[in-house]
């Protein structure tokens, strides 16, 4: 089983930045991808980036603003966000193999 625990949301202006955090437990975690997506009321799930050893992905939207980046020695995930835009307010969800998923953390922007 793979226990999953994001923070870092909140509150943010425009154009400012946030931080993720995924804290993960388990091989499965250690070993797999782990992604993270969101989804703002009334719009569908979203892929946001995923990471799996060397291998990043990112969705299209992110045109440079978000960076996923990995500490597996403390089994963490990052997902930093830079000039964040009202469009972004969402829950972040964190998930391994999109399989198991944590309880998601809100980052809501203010425009």
């Known amino acids: 089983q793979v226990q999953l625990v994001e923070s870092g949301g909140g509150l943010v202006q425009a154009g400012g930045s946030l931080t993720l955090s995924c804290a993960g437990s388990?091989?499965?975690?250690?070993?797999?991808?782990v992604g993270w997506y969101r989804q703002a009321p009334g719009k569908e799930r979203e892929f946001v980036a995923s990471?799996?050893?060397?291998?990043?992905y990112y969705g299209d939207f992110v045109k440079g603003r978000f960076t996923i980046s990995r500490d597996s020695a403390k089994n963490m995930v990052y997902l930093q966000m830079n000039s964040l835009k009202p469009e972004d307010t969402a829950i972040y969800y964190c998930n391994v193999d999109q399989q198991f998923w944590g309880r998601g953390t809100q980052v809501t922007v203010s425009s």
């Open positions: 388990g091989r499965t975690f250690s070993r797999g991808s």
């Open positions: 990471i799996k050893w060397t291998t990043i």
